[in-house]
């Protein structure tokens, strides 16, 4: 099927690909891209930018590297700024934030009370609270095509730029052929909450046939090897995120803190299983003989390997007879139970869903909570 190109809808808020880039705003620099144009899904909306709120849990995987598991926040409010519906990942940021409150106000201010408050907000505070940003398809000035995270007041900038763009020279910015764009961002230091954000047009300096040196602004077309890397790099913007119920954001927060059954409820819930490293029984072709050797397996074909007797995985498949000779009763409902390691995956009891109220931290008072998490300071 081929890929579908739409028309930006620069007045307006701006099928599932695997991408290989995610881009961000680099502070203090040139980030030259050039914004896509409404893309796959999108080409007949004319969305050409998304705006997505997201919490991540974050899992390591085998090799030892960190890797997120993001999914769409389920919170929303009216016009008052009620919240009408609940998200347990934000209830939890709430809540701690509340405990945050509460201990400052108890500590005597030492370095060493700082050093630990910082880390709590760090840890039980912000890496509850939904990441917000806008997302955008772009190709970088080397030609590399991806998704690009700029926060919303980066979008302000932006759409007033394509905007004077088109008025002063007709022309799309994110049309074809469309022209690079350099995101500013103006930071002090890390963390600076006076950071600001401006977009302008990317020049290319060169000189022209007198030798004098002149600045253009940079253009690109959507050639057949443009369409190939957007096909292959960048994403639906309506598909981007994963959707989870309240039930199950819930769920991980029980696992939270449990490394063996938070990966593989991860597995369940997203379908990516992620791979680690294993002992599994293999059959020499030759000889019948059986012998371990250490492989890498999934996730959910891990706790099958690790929880069944050794005999299993070599044994004749015990689905064999009942399929042929059983009606589809008992003797099929043994072979295909899960094994007991499935158990952190079903939904926990409804008393012990309830992330906020029924957690751990919900159920001590101040004083308990403080001796639990400052070590009885």
């Not at 891209?33 to 974050?58: D, I, K, Y």
């Not at 945050?100 to 509850?128: C, H, I, N």
């Not at 600045?215 to 994403?235: F, L, S, V, W, Y």
Request: glycine letters at 6%; hydrophobic letters at 40%.
């Amino acid at each position: 099927m081929a890929l579908q190109i739409g028309v930006s809808d620069l007045e307006g808020g701006g099928s599932n690909n695997n991408f290989a880039n995610w881009f961000q705003i680099k502070a203090n620099e040139t980030n030259a891209f050039r914004v896509l144009p409404p893309v796959f899904s999108n080409a007949t909306t004319g969305r050409w930018s998304q705006f997505e709120a997201t919490h991540s849990v974050w899992v390591t995987t085998a090799s030892g590297k960190k890797r997120p598991y993001n999914f769409r926040c389920l919170e929303q409010k009216d016009k008052a700024g009620n919240i009408t519906v609940e998200c347990p990942f934000c209830g939890m940021a709430r809540q701690n934030q509340q405990r945050y409150d509460v201990l400052k106000a108890q500590m005597a201010g030492t370095p060493e009370e700082k050093k630990k408050l910082a880390e709590f907000m760090r840890t039980q505070v912000w890496s509850f609270q939904p990441n917000k940003k806008v997302y955008l398809n772009v190709i970088s000035l080397e030609g590399s095509a991806g998704v690009l995270a700029i926060p919303y007041k980066c979008l302000i900038s932006l759409k007033a730029k394509l905007l004077d763009i088109r008025s002063q020279f007709g022309q799309d910015p994110t049309g074809n052929p469309g022209m690079f764009l350099n995101f500013k961002k103006i930071q002090a230091y890390k963390g600076d909450r006076d950071t600001s954000y401006a977009v302008e047009q990317y020049l290319e300096h060169m000189t022209d046939d007198n030798g004098q040196p002149i600045a253009r602004p940079k253009t690109h077309m959507i050639d057949e090897q443009a369409m190939t890397n957007i096909e292959n790099n960048c994403k639906d913007l309506s598909d981007l995120f994963r959707d989870l119920t309240a039930s199950q954001m819930n769920q991980l927060l029980t696992a939270m803190n449990d490394p063996t059954a938070l990966p593989v409820l991860l597995d369940s819930m997203f379908g990516e299983p992620e791979k680690v490293a294993a002992t599994k029984m293999v059959e020499d072709a030759q000889t019948g003989a059986q012998y371990a050797v250490q492989t890498e397996l999934k996730n959910n074909e891990i706790q099958t390997q690790t929880n069944l007797p050794q005999a299993a995985p070599i044994a004749p498949p015990p689905v064999a007879a009942p399929v042929v000779a059983a009606p589809i009763a008992a003797p099929i409902a043994a072979p295909i139970a899960p094994p007991p390691v499935a158990a952190p995956i079903a939904p926990p009891p409804v008393q012990q869903a309830a992330p906020v109220v029924g957690s751990s931290v919900e159920a001590m008072d101040d004083e308990q909570f403080a001796a639990e998490f400052f070590g009885g300071e």
